[in-house]
């Protein structure tokens, strides 16, 4: 007899009886077995189990063995429950059962054996407990946790999508954003639509979208790809095309509706679905794509494509593209037993994905070409714009300018050194007040009426006269200063004389044998406020000597004043040791210019003098640098630049460095735009030489050339040199160390007998 404790503490006799009643009339579903090796017959249930399963113990016992696995659906547990009652070990498990209305109940069941005596046969009693409500529960759950888990990979490769799309010089943005998609697809790609679809893996800025597509980039043949989709009895009535709004609509054995063209002309918004077991038109935009993305899907996965979703890359006014994605629909190749079949466009959140993925793409191809655009006309304008130095005779001449407005390559502060005829040359630099876009319209009007009244008058006095009437009647917005000076050749005795005026301008500084002079005369209002005529200043040059002309950039700062600016040029500029104009600019440069607050322009001119020129000063810098225009002119100013260097530096290898300097300038002018940045260095085992262009291409050697002439000059280059070159800015830099030159020993002279 069991007992169970008494509520007043004592041990009160409960009968089998009692626990009969008790487990019969429980609401609890419970049930009594036999042993696993008799197949678990069914001994006793209870009303409570009748009503869940719907069967008593006596329809049970006509299942035969194992009754109660007939009313729960099979389930991966099954093999390790059943282990455990074979080897007498209690249960526990969640199966589902169908109910007699054809519903799924899911059931805890808990099995423990029953305690027997030796000899007795074991029993098991079972206790069931109906879960479903926490079954569904934790199922809407983890589908709930599924769709947000979705939803943040959706957003995490939408972000990743926007970073790459963000970089504008980056060439491989759309190759990347492409993976990141065959995260969710099979296989996607992206053809842009310049001048004909182009299959892309990146922006190509220098390329306007031609916005129609009628013509396309290369000609892809019919191969048995296409013939192996053309057969098949399930293609007897022709595939379904998905129209712009969902709708469906059977095709032709050959397609008379071209709905690429649609989503490329903007017809319609797609996405469309793009059967590629239909033949087209060979010259339409279905029909190459068709025959493209065979071949390339191919190439690529091994499997051949049934059709794909096409999706329009627009941007703001046209399509820029496609992107095209295949959602994993295949045959397997020529003689695969399956054929395959139709497949769906994939499920509603990739096609989401995809479609926001195609329209920040679209705005991000349109951002990037249409700053292209503003870029190259800005720097054209800006090019026109520039400082230019032409060549001059006789004078060794350096220029130096430097804008300091962050988004424009050029401010209010401009030179020019003109060759007005044989045996002058003109000279002005000029400082309007700003560096923004406003200061440079208001420079270049300056600049030209300056250039036009110094090639028709030649003493400056005059010419800023006429240049005050000029300015006056066109109202510049931007008061300016400037200083212009013409040079004129002596031939008698080979010397040069200088005329200025200034106009509001610092005065130039004169340097001769390490003593400065500031050239303050001929000084007026700034340009467009004379009242009174302007004057005239003249000095004598001699051989040696150096002007230096200047902007306020150079000495002006916030924490001193413009005095005390100009009273440190002055002391910096008398302890110059360099012996040509470039590196007198270089010492000033590294002195003051370090961090400057405004626009700078230098402009040094020296006196050649040939027995001067012949010491070598060990102090002199060892770097050297011009900004040249990319013209051919460049090529010879950039030969005398590096002889007047190499004979400064005392380096015997000025032949070499010419050549080369001379190749490199030259491939910059010949293939590069904008200005070529040539900077000299002497790194005291050999000379380094770098020119920078705005062109990012690489430059190659004659192997590099397929089929045609060109790169002879880099031959030439690694003949005399170490090269390399590397990415900087939007362009290049190219860079060269010449390799010592073998001087072979002269043998002694024979002493005499």
């Not at 390790?80 to 199966?95: H, T």
């Not at 070409?369 to 714009?385: F, P, S, V």
């Not at 031959?715 to 900087?728: K, M, N, S």
Request: with cysteine; aromatic share 6%.
């Amino acid at each position: 007899m069991t007992e169970l404790p008494h509520p007043s503490g004592l041990a009160a006799p409960v009968s089998g009886a009692q626990l009969a009643v008790a487990l019969a009339t429980t609401t609890v579903p419970t049930f009594i077995t036999g042993s696993w090796e008799s197949g678990m017959p069914v001994i006793w249930v209870n009303a409570a189990f009748e009503r869940l399963v719907g069967v008593g113990a006596d329809d049970l016992r006509l299942l035969g063995p194992h009754p109660l696995l007939a009313l729960v659906e099979d389930d991966p547990n099954r093999a390790a429950a059943q282990a455990d009652l074979a080897a007498g070990r209690a249960m526990r498990r969640i199966v589902s059962a169908r109910k007699r209305d054809g519903g799924v109940s899911w059931l805890q069941v808990d099995v423990t054996p029953m305690p027997h005596a030796e000899g007795e046969e074991m029993r098991w009693v079972g206790v069931t407990t109906d879960v479903s409500e926490y079954v569904d529960q934790q199922a809407a759950q983890l589908a709930s946790l599924e769709v947000e888990r979705r939803q943040r990979a959706d957003l995490d490769l939408i972000a990743q999508t926007t970073e790459l799309l963000g970089d504008l010089e980056y060439p491989f943005a759309l190759r990347d954003i492409a993976d990141l998609l065959r995260s969710l697809v099979p296989w996607s790609g992206f053809y842009l639509n310049d001048d004909g679809l182009q299959y892309a893996e990146g922006v190509d800025v220098a390329s306007p979208p031609s916005g129609r597509g009628r013509r396309h980039a290369r000609y892809v043949p019919e191969t048995w790809h296409g013939d192996h989709l053309d057969g098949g009895a399930d293609e007897a009535q022709g595939p379904v095309e998905a129209g712009s709004d969902g709708s469906a609509r059977t095709a032709s054995r050959v397609s008379p509706v071209d709905h690429v063209q649609e989503l490329l002309d903007g017809v319609v918004d797609g996405p469309v679905r793009l059967d590629l077991g239909r033949r087209y038109e060979p010259h339409t935009a279905s029909g190459w794509l068709r025959r493209d993305l065979v071949h390339r899907v191919v190439e690529e996965s091994g499997v051949v494509p049934r059709s794909v979703v096409v999706h329009a890359v627009a941007g703001r006014r046209r399509v820029l593209g496609l992107l095209v994605t295949w959602h994993g629909d295949a045959a397997r190749g020529p003689g695969a037993s399956d054929a395959g079949g139709w497949a769906e466009p994939g499920p509603e959140h990739i096609l989401t994905v995809v479609e926001v993925v195609a329209r920040r793409a679209g705005t991000a191809i349109d951002n990037a070409r249409l700053y292209a655009r503003e870029h190259r006309l800005a720097e054209a304008l800006q090019r026109a714009m520039l400082p230019e130095q032409a060549d001059v005779t006789g004078l060794d001449v350096w220029t130096y300018y430097a804008p300091n407005a962050e988004h424009a390559q050029v401010g209010g502060d401009w030179y020019d050194v003109l060759q007005i005829a044989e045996g002058t040359v003109g000279l002005v630099i000029g400082d309007v007040v700003g560096h923004d876009v406003e200061a440079a319209a208001a420079m270049g009007q300056l600049r030209s009426v300056v250039r036009a009244y110094a090639y028709e008058l030649t003493t400056p006095g005059t010419v800023l006269d006429r240049v005050d009437q000029l300015v006056t009647g066109m109202r510049v917005p931007r008061p300016a200063s400037m200083v212009y000076a013409t040079l004129h050749h002596v031939p008698d005795d080979d010397t040069w004389s200088v005329e200025y005026t200034r106009a509001g301008h610092l005065p130039p500084l004169l340097l001769r044998d390490g003593e400065v002079r500031q050239l303050s005369g001929a000084g007026g209002s700034l340009v467009g406020f004379g009242t009174a005529a302007r004057t005239t200043g003249r000095e004598v040059l001699h051989r040696g000597d150096v002007l230096l002309f200047y902007t306020d950039g150079l000495i002006e700062r916030r924490d001193r004043s413009l005095k005390v600016g100009l009273d440190t040029l002055v002391e910096m500029s008398a302890r110059i040791t360099a012996r040509d104009a470039a590196g007198v600019g270089e010492e000033l440069l590294s002195r003051l210019a370090d961090s400057p607050e405004d626009d700078v322009a230098i402009v040094v001119v020296r006196v050649p003098d040939p027995v001067q020129d012949a010491q070598v000063t060990a102090l002199s810098p060892r770097s050297r640098r011009w900004l040249l225009p990319s013209e051919p002119a460049s090529i010879g100013r950039a030969r005398h630049a590096v002889l007047r260097t190499c004979q400064a530096w005392g380096l015997t290898d000025s032949a070499a460095a010419e050549l080369v300097v001379s190749e490199l300038v030259a491939n910059g002018v010949l293939h590069g735009w904008g200005n070529i940045a040539l900077r000299l260095f002497d790194t005291g085992d050999g000379l380094r030489i770098e020119v920078e262009d705005a062109n990012p291409a690489p430059p190659v050697a004659t192997d590099g050339h397929p089929n045609r002439v060109g790169g002879f000059g880099m031959q030439i280059v690694e003949r005399l040199a170490d090269w390399g070159w590397r990415p900087a800015g939007s362009g290049k830099l190219v860079w060269a160390k010449l390799r010592p030159q073998k001087v072979e020993p002269t043998e002694p002279a024979p002493l005499p007998n």
